[in-house]
Structure formats: C-alpha cells, structure tokens
C-alpha cells in the first residue's frame, strides 16, 4: 500500500500533520496503536506556563529565552508567531473551538481549585484573565451520587483562597441507576452517554436550578456532549445561574470528543486512519525509510515518500526506559537521553527531572537521526521529541500542534 505521507500515532500531534497535510492535498494514512493523551485532556491547551518555576504572561515573548535545544526554538519565533496564530481556525475547521491568545496567558480553574495559566481553552469550560479573578463569592458544588471521579473537597479549598464560599451537593437520578451498581461503571463517559440521549438533561436542570437557589455560580464535572457537542450548550443553558464546568478524573468527556472531530476530520480530507494498529519495524535505504511494517498488516508493507514520526512520549511507549538505557523502539533512533542512570532523575521529586526532557533527536528540520546521521525523508513532531519538559513548563499542547504544522510546512515545501 501507497500513501504520500504516512504518519506513525494518531494522539494530537499524528493527527494536526495529518490534517494540515490532507488540506493541501496529500493522500495520508495515520497508524495509532491505541489511546492518546487527548483522552486525559483537562480543556486547556498549553503553550507555555511557567519558566524556571516562574509564571510566563507573554509565551510568544518567553519562549526567546528558552534553551536553543527546546522544540520551540527549532521552529523559531517567527514560524512560532505565525503558526500559533493559525490554530485556532485549524481547531475549527475540525468543529472544536477554543478561544485565547498566545501574546497572553489566561487562567482556568483545574479540579484541584487552582488558578492555572494556559493558551488556548474549548468552549466548554470558563476562562479567567487573571489568576485572582473568579468573579462569584457563593459557589454550590453538584456531584452526582457515586461518582467518585470528581474531587469536590478539593474544590472547595482552591475556592476558600479565592474567598469565595462553597456547599457541595450530591443530585441522585434514576437514569443513572444502572451506572451506580458497579463503581467501576460511574464513570464520566457513561455519565455523559446518559446525558447524550438527552432524556436526563431536564431532570437534572431543573434538580440543579433547586438547589441553587442563593448562590452565585454553579460548578458541575464536565460530563457532557461525549457524542453530542450540542448537549453542552444545552446544559449552559437550560441551568439558570452562571455554570463553570471542571474536569473531572480521566476519562475526559470534552477529550474523547476532541479526538474523535479530529479524527473525522482527516477522514472526511480523505485521510486513512488504521486504528488499533502497531508500526513494528522500518526498511531503509540509502538512507531513506521506504517502507514500515505493522501487526496488523502482516505482509503487506506500508509505504510513503514521507514518514512521520509523532509516537508520544513515555506514556505512549514512543520512548521506552529500562533500568540502564532509553530508547525508540520502532526505528532504534538517536535519542537524547543516553546518559549514566544515575543522572536522569534529580532526588527532589518537584524538581525538573532530566528524564522528562529526553526524545528523539533531530536535526533542525525535524529529520531524525540515527548514529548522527539524519533520515531524509523521516520526520519527527509531538511529544516524542526531546529538548522541553512539557509537564514543568506546561508546553504540552503548543509542542505537540505546533511542531507537527511546522514538519507538515517541511515536508510541503
Ligand atoms: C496523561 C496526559 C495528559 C495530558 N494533558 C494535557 C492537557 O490537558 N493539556 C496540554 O496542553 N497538554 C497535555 N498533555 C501533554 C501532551 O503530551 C500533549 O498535549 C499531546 O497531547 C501529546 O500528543 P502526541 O500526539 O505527541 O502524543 P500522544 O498523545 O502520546 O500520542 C501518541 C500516539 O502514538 C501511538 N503510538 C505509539 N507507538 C506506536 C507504534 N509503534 N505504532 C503505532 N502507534 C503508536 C500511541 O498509541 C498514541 O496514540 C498531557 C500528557 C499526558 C501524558
């Protein structure tokens, strides 16, 4: 089988290079193993939150001081700027809208009650333009009996050093009957299938409009529109006080979502996505992958003029770790993470932890590299790239989108 380009992952990175290359016309296929990061999705996308521990305002201003190794600086600021300003429409033409601006952090209220800078937010949840500006002195905090994935004393905390005052409610529904009578059942996913059906979104309103009579706001977890966006806009509506939705604990509703529109989107440009797929091995030649074979394939070799690789970190087994070495486990790549064990990992468990900036090498076009030399025609974007520690700098979504429009850029040139 032939393809333009094909892309190894199908998590937030695999699918913006897919999506962006289908646009202009490339034949693609994406190969994904399983699930991506997008499923643990808290909303936000981060460009840049912090430096040094310190909170960064301006993240297209911030990112000049970062190290020249950073994926950001590969990019450079001009492309930066100009790419950053793209997403959003990018997002949108996928049917998901997020909001915000990359000249200027704003906040959103994670479910552990903390303000939290980030770029870019979906529609579901409520923005802040600073970290101390929750506009409502009364909160009532509604859980839904059983649901154990939704931290509310937490809440309750976070908002107590915001001054604002809270209760905590727990609403019981009949509809969610058949959920309750296994734990292992209540979760936001199957919460939110209920709601999709929309049969329960009345009772609920109107259970919630009750109850919160005398406060200010009401916060909900965000269990809706897994299928069905519009349940959403429903739900704001139909609840007659001003609603802030938070995230609950993984499974994300807004992030399944999220991942199925883009999904559908590189289908819908004519994009072949083999789900549940596992890209095993590469055929070289003259310093050229030409071909990739995959568990599901067998035989049959998959072949591009263009590969990218865009396999995820850690998490997604895109870099692998055993007690004395690290490595990418497709092609055996160069990775920047082959050092003494004993220096990945700093004692002080909040410290930045070496290990979390180690991926694939590359050369500065993104070509990746293997006993230094790079592979013409083998690309690398996402989190697999080494150079950032996206979880300390809260860079994930901006390293992953912006380096896999960027590789796309390369490779259309
Ligand atoms: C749990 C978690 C939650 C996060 N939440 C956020 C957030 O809310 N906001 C934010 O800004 N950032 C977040 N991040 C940072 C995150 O890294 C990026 O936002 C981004 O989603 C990463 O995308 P990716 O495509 O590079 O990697 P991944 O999402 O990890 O996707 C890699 C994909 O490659 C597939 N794959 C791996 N090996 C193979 C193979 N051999 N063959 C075929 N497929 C393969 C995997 O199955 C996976 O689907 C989070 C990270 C994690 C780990």
Redesign the pocket.
Known sequence: MKFDNII???????LTCGIKLAELGKKCAI????????H???????LLGKVNGEEVSNPLESIKTLADNHPYQRVGIDNMTRLADEVPQFLDRAGLKFSGNANQNHFVLTPMGVMKPTWLTIEDFTRFETKDSFPWKKALIINFSGFLDFHTLFIKDGLKKLDVTTQIKNVSMKQFEAIRKNPSEMRSTNIAKVFDNGDALDEFAQKANDLSEGFDVVILPAVFGLLNKQIVSEIKAKILKPLVLLPAVPPSVPGIRSQILLRKRFQALGGTYFLG????EGFFENNRLVAIATNNHGDIKLKADQFIL????F????IVATRDKVYE??FGLDVNGETNGSEWKDEKFFNDQPYMHFGVKTDSQFHAMINGEPVENLFVA???LGGAN?LKEGS???I?LLTSLHVAEQILK
């Open positions: 190894i992952g199908g998590g937030l990175s695999g190969v994904s193993s399983g699930q991506s990061a997008i643990f999705f808290s909303g936000s996308l981060d797929d596992n890209v095993e865009a396999s995820g970190s998490y997604s087994k895109g486990p497709i996402g989190s697999v996206a994930g979504a901006g992953s």
